[in-house]
Nanobody, 122 residues
């Protein structure tokens, strides 16, 4: 069983930055892609970013390109999301997810964390 635990959420003013981290249990972390999703109140969960098993490939939803950066440390079993130039529309619960495949994917995820709240005030 894989466990994912997110941290780093909080309240920040528009234009500010936050760094989310996700710690994964298990020995297979480095074999799979990882991703971040978010869900705003009243909206469906939305893909944000993904990274391949090696970190060589990344993919972002258009709305965060140039502002968010996903990275991973396979030695520490962690994946991070650096969020800069935050906007009020970035407010959501952010979830870490493990891919079912090694290469970057937007849809093939099988394990999810509990989420961390990010609130961006105007």
């Amino acid at each position: 069983q894989v466990q994912l635990v997110e941290s780093g959420g909080g309240l920040v003013q528009a234009g500010g930055s936050l760094r989310l981290s996700c710690a994964a249990s298990g020995r297979t972390f480095s074999m799979y892609a990882m991703g971040w999703f978010r869900q705003a109140p009243g909206k469906e969960r939305e893909f944000v970013a993904a990274i391949s098993w090696s970190g060589a490939s990344t993919y972002y939803v258009d709305s965060v390109k140039g502002r968010f950066t996903i990275s991973r440390d396979n030695a520490k079993n962690t994946v991070s999301l650096q969020m800069n130039s935050l906007k009020t529309e970035d407010t959501a619960v952010y979830y870490c997810a493990r891919g079912r495949v090694a290469e970057v994917t937007r849809t093939a995820f099988d394990y999810w964390g509990q989420g961390t709240q990010v609130t961006v005030s105007s």
